[in-house]
């Protein structure tokens, strides 16, 4: 009888003869899939235009591994076919897609393809990812592909679709990102999606979709992203919204859903992006809506809302959008407002809005546009408005506002749309460009304007008087009062520079140590009378640009020089803040020294004209390069690599070659200017703080909304690192030729979500690339490529994983070209990788 150990040698050898016999099987099976994977791929090829097999020439022979936008499992067979962005002219037709048994992955967005899109297309049982988007696909979507139950990722937008979506798509329970935008699908939303809790983004606006909402949505608890906008769903917003607790944007506007907003939408804390415009909504705007602290968009307009204005919005303190014009709202402006400074755009307009403009309001140092047209509003306007210095638009007209303009407006020239029209309002319309080029449309309805629009009368002796009474007054004592606190000023400063003159001669960069006075030979009433007749007073038209703590001017002195002037706000109506920002500009300027930061001349403290005087530079800032169409031909990549160089080791220099080191705080493409050579120079340290080894280095929030670090919005610690992450956006800027806005926020998104595939980062660099001017080539390339890989790393969400300035700026100096051979072959998503810059 066989012993025990001769049985187990028995069946572990059958049991190996049974492996090799299933790999060999196996094997054969997998040489078949791969034949008919070769002659389906190929047919499709074969029927498609010249260009795109002209693309596609890599697909010939046996081996499809190697071939353009294919990727095979270990057996050989397709798993991936990705042809994003490849310009392929065709139909789906006779892709044979039963012939690609184990697909998983299918990218066909962005091409030119057009047609049906065939029934075999569910036989993809191990589908996962599904990209047609932005085609020019049409004929209604096959019921088979409710047999894709392996769907992670359906992208169907920007189409000519009919008909309805497949009832059963996520019949798996794993889809989560479905998107069908601008399309023209009809029926109920898909019945599977209310018993779907995998869902993560969901974008189905812009098409003719209907539908009770309150009966098609389930509950979704990973569900980040909702938009159902430009639709024909009905019914009533359901209670259970409010358990969407990580969702970041609900948008559900122009549709007809009616009934009231439920108060459970205030348990949605993470929400940024409220916009519930142009339905049927009743009732009032509910109170606890306060209590979305994240929150950042907020468009309740053209509802038939009504009551106040909340006041507890005022606690919203990130909101940089609020729109409830065109409902039925009564009371008061509520003054908490003012607290939301962060405010970019305020329109309450088309409601039933009674009393006067609450001062508050002044306090929205970012709001760009205001918007209190057609309500019942009465009293004057505020003077204390004139410090909006960032409004360009402001809307006032079909009111009851009385009283004169002309103090309000005399500084505000960042306004470049303004209507006051059928109000009560009378004397003399200020000089300044907003008023310069209008028509009567904005002023008239009112009882006794005049000025500079040539449909009013001019303006009468009478009307001027006490105003040039005033202003004879001011012109003999403010200058004399204006030199002596300069002179004060400027002994103080010298103090610092005494302190700091070693610092200065180690670090300087240029070699330069002139004196920061020597170009006005230290008299201080000569430079005082020299900038106000070079500037006519500070007059609108040789204003170059508006900050935040004042505007900009251009001055030709007599000495033949031309400068830049920074003209604070008036002293009798500024702020502390003001003297703070004033204060801030001159310590961190008076000692630095170096050719890639602006230079400050001299500065003037005065009662009546406070300002500093820098070099001028002829470009002006990378923004206003960036958004000059003629200007742009002449930006190409050789010049944009040196500016972004120039802010790096100025940035470097600020942070690690300053003691105390100094941070900026507002690094963004309006503070960089360019000289004619493009040159860069970092400017405007108006919010800079100087880092104190003994101070705790807490501060207010300061920068700009788009450039700011992320963990802004939970510390105010100043670090260095706040610095490094507006580098990293600047520089997406100049490459992509705009600010890169939400693309920052889906790369970030990539590197933890499972969804990365139909994210930005699988992007091919050359369509971030700015399209203006010709692809960089060459070397050039190498250090775009560069630049960007340097970028990403700097927008990392935690600061501890940025890199310092000092690092970058080596980085920089040190660099070798990257050699690429081609732009078409770099995606986005191989720059993404930390490990290619470890430091």
Not at 60 to 87: E, H, K, M, Q
């Amino acid at each position: 009888m066989a012993s025990e150990k001769e049985q187990l040698s028995v069946l572990f050898l059958a049991y190996v003869l049974l492996m090799l016999v299933q790999e060999m099987s196996g094997l054969a099976s997998t040489r078949s899939s791969s034949k008919m994977e070769v002659e389906a791929l190929l047919k499709w090829k074969s029927k498609l235009d010249n260009e795109s097999r002209s693309t596609l020439s890599s697909w010939y022979g046996s081996n499809p591994c190697s071939w353009r936008g294919i990727v095979c499992d270990p057996f050989g067979s397709v798993t991936s076919l990705n042809l994003l962005n490849s310009a392929i002219h065709g139909t789906l037709h006779h892709l044979n897609f039963s012939h690609l048994p184990n697909l998983v992955n299918l990218q066909l967005g962005n091409n030119q393809l057009y047609g049906n899109i065939p029934p075999s297309i569910g036989d993809l049982s191990k589908l996962t990812h599904l990209n047609l988007s932005t085609n020019n696909l049409g004929g209604f979507l096959p019921t088979e592909m409710n047999n894709l139950t392996f769907l992670i990722i359906l992208q169907l937008s920007e189409n000519k679709f009919v008909g309805q979506l497949p009832q059963d798509i996520c019949g798996g329970k794993v889809l989560e990102y479905f998107a069908t935008i601008d399309n023209h699908f009809t029926g109920p939303i898909p019945r599977g999606l209310k018993n779907c809790p995998s869902l993560y983004r969901v974008r189905l606006q812009n098409n003719k979709l209907k539908g009770n909402i309150s009966e098609d949505l389930g509950t979704y608890p990973n569900l980040d992203y909702l938009e159902l906008s430009n639709n024909e769903l009905y019914g009533e917003l359901p209670p259970r919204l409010g358990e969407y607790s990580n969702l970041t944007s609900l948008k559900i506007s122009n549709t007809r859903i009616s009934g009231m907003i439920p108060v459970e939408l205030g348990n949605m804390s993470r929400l940024h992006i409220l916009d519930l415009s142009s339905n049927s909504l009743v009732g009032k705007i509910p109170g606890d809506l306060g209590k979305l602290k994240s929150l950042l968009e907020l468009s309740l307009n053209d509802n038939h809302l009504v009551g106040y204005v909340p006041q507890e919005l005022g606690t919203l303190s990130d909101l940089s959008r609020i729109n409830v014009a065109g409902n039925n709202l009564s009371g008061s402006i509520p003054r908490q407002l003012g607290d939301c400074l962060k405010l970019q755009l305020l329109n309450l307009s088309r409601n039933s809005l009674v009393r006067s403009i609450p001062v508050e309001i002044s306090k929205l140092q970012f709001l760009e546009v205001l918007d209190l047209s057609q309500n019942l509003l009465t009293g004057e306007i505020p003077g204390q408005l004139g410090l909006l210095q960032k409004l360009e638009t402001l809307n006032l007209s079909h009111n009851q506002l009385s009283g004169s303009i002309a103090s309000t407006f005399k500084d505000m020239a960042s306004l470049t749309s303004i209507d006051i029209s059928y109000n009560e309002l009378e004397g003399p319309i200020p000089n300044i460009p907003g008023f310069r080029n209008a028509t009567n449309d904005v002023v008239g309805g009112n009882k006794g304007l005049c000025g500079v629009i040539a449909s009013l009368h001019a303006c009468t002796a009478t009307m001027l008087k006490g105003k040039n009474e005033n202003k004879k007054l001011l012109l003999i004592l403010i200058p004399t009062l204006g030199c002596l606190l300069s002179l004060l000023f400027a002994m103080g400063a010298s103090c610092i520079v005494c302190q700091r003159v070693r610092k200065i001669e180690a670090s300087s960069i240029d070699g330069s140590n002139e004196n920061p006075w020597a170009v006005w030979s230290f008299d201080g009433r000569m430079a005082y009378e020299s900038i106000i007749e070079a500037t006519g007073e500070f007059d609108a038209k040789y204003c170059i640009g508006v900050g935040g703590h004042g505007s900009v001017y251009k001055a030709q002195l007599q000495t033949g020089e031309t400068v830049a002037v920074k003209k604070l706000k008036e002293v009798v109506d500024a702020e502390m803040a003001s003297r703070k920002a004033f204060e801030r500009e001159v310590h961190a300027l008076i000692g630095t020294r170096h050719r890639n930061i602006v230079k400050l001349y001299g500065f003037c403290w005065s009662s009546r004209h406070s300002f500093l005087v820098y070099e001028f530079l002829g470009c002006g800032s990378l923004k206003n390069v960036l958004n000059n169409e003629q200007r742009i031909i002449t930006f190409d990549w050789h010049k944009r690599v040196n500016v972004v160089e120039g802010v790096a080791y100025a940035l470097s220099y600020l942070h690690h070659e300053c003691s105390p080191p100094i941070i900026h705080r507002d690094i963004s493409s309006k503070n960089i200017l360019l000289d004619e050579e493009y040159k860069a120079h970092v400017s405007d340290f108006g919010t800079a703080k100087v880092l104190e080894s003994c101070s705790s280095n807490w501060t207010s929030f300061a920068g700009t909304i788009g450039y700011a670090a992320p963990e802004l919005a939970y510390t105010m610690k100043v670090k260095e690192k706040c610095d490094v992450y507006s580098f990293g956006v600047v520089t997406l800027e100049v490459i992509m030729g705009r600010h890169p806005g939400d693309f920052i926020s889906s790369l970030t998104s990539s590197s933890s979500s499972s969804t990365s595939n139909s994210t930005a980062s699988s992007w091919p660099l050359k369509q971030v690339l700015d399209q203006r001017i010709p692809s960089p080539e060459g070397e050039v390339l190498g250090q775009v490529v560069f630049f960007v890989k340097l970028a990403f790393l700097c927008l990392s969400a935690k600061p501890e994983h940025r890199p310092s300035m000092q690092q970058v700026s080596q980085k920089i100096s040190a660099r070798r070209s990257i050699m690429i051979s081609t732009l078409e072959d770099v995606k986005l998503e191989e720059l993404v990788d930390p490990g290619c810059f470890p430091y």
